[in-house]
């Protein structure tokens, strides 16, 4: 049986694409030194695709008089990446072109996979320049900020909607621990820095010695290893970051990862996105970590999948705030320093002054 015409054989969508790929290979792997797609003529360059953890350079060509548009795969090769900023993505039969310009705008695209090496445009739409430097709002929905009582210095919130915060209060340990009831905070014994909330409501926090304690059963319970911020997804999964790496609880124990942040938050499928030393942001796709666009200080994801961060520009009572829109970031009213995101995609946040904000 001929593998390369008969796709058929492999169900995964991303060993699928992989495998289509290595049917057309048309030269030895390289290094791609340029990121951003383009269009010239009739073919689409793509210099860097994501598939798994594999990456490939690929020329599209435009079928005429198709709509909507269909591309077909002509050549690909097999790259080692310098960075996946401005990358193409293939999942779940789709492939995602995060950026290219047309008439002097920028647009992120979509291509559903339909046969062996042919392509149809799913959808496509304009990019707002989230961190360019005339700061413009993005295209997302805007936020309703309602102000709450009380001053934090982080905030975590947990897939079943408890909001807990760490206070500005000093206390052994950091800073005082405390309960969102509805309609005020109830504070917990313990002091610390930085706290997210699993989904049952508990919270895990880390303390100014680095220890990770979670909250069982009204107590504390003291957890092995030592951490500088702690994320926990809607499914469960918690994550830490310390200065030797980025761990996985596994129920025992941390598993490490390779990499160094000093911010974490999980998505609901259990994936960390991180923001490094250096402001960088990354998301770990199939045990590789991939560079999105921009920088930020904080990160939060809700229950449904959306990526907030507070960026780096300094604003109003701390910095801008960014929602990931498809393949770029764009800016929302308002400013924080700290960020949580409920189930359903709306955020929590903390002002350089401690001021507590939610969004309606």
């Not at 996985?248 to 941390?254: L, R, V």
């Not at 995609?345 to 002054?353: K, N, Q």
Request: proline share 4%.
């Amino acid at each position: 049986m001929d593998l390369c015409s008969d796709p058929k054989t492999i169900e995964n969508s991303v060993k699928r694409l992989v495998l289509i790929l290595s049917c057309v290979v048309a030269g030895v792997s390289t290094i791609a030194q340029a990121q951003e797609s383009a269009l010239e003529g009739n073919i689409l360059n793509l210099p860097v695709v994501v598939v798994g953890n594999q990456f490939y350079s690929a020329r599209l060509e435009i079928v005429p008089d198709t709509n909507p548009m269909a591309l077909v795969l002509v050549e690909a090769y097999e790259v080692t990446f310098v960075s996946t900023i401005g990358a193409s993505i293939f999942n779940d039969n789709i492939l995602t072109i995060s950026q290219i310009w047309l008439e002097g705008f920028s647009y992120w695209v979509n291509f559903e996979l339909v046969s062996d090496v042919g392509f149809v445009l799913q959808n496509y739409g304009i990019n707002d320049t989230g961190f360019s430097s005339n700061n413009t709002l993005g295209l997302t929905d805007q936020p309703a900020w309602q102000r709450m009582l009380g001053e934090a210095n982080d905030i975590g919130v947990g897939a079943n909607g408890v909001v807990w915060v760490i206070g500005t209060d000093p206390r052994n340990g950091g800073y005082g621990i405390y309960r969102w009831n509805g309609q005020s905070w109830n504070r917990v014994e313990g002091g610390a820095v930085r706290i997210d909330v699993d989904p049952y409501g508990n919270p895990w926090v880390i303390n100014d010695s680095h220890q990770i304690f979670r909250w069982v059963n009204g107590l504390w319970q003291r957890l092995p290893g030592d951490a500088i911020d702690v994320g926990i997804g809607a499914n469960g999964s918690v994550w830490v970051v310390s200065g030797g790496g980025v761990y996985n609880w596994n129920g025992i124990d941390w598993d490490r990862y390779s990499g160094s942040a000093v911010r974490i938050d999980v998505d609901p499928t259990g994936n960390p996105w991180v923001i490094d030393y250096n402001d960088d942001i990354y998301q770990l796709v199939d045990g590789w970590w991939i560079e999105m666009p921009g920088d930020a200080h904080d990160i939060g994801i809700g229950g449904d999948g959306s990526v907030w961060v507070v960026g780096t520009r300094r604003s109003g009572g701390g910095y801008s705030i960014y929602r990931w829109i498809e393949s770029d970031w764009n800016r929302v009213e308002g400013s924080a320093r700290q960020i949580s995101v409920t189930n359903d995609g709306r955020p929590w946040v903390a002002g350089s002054d401690g001021d507590i904000y939610s969004s309606q």
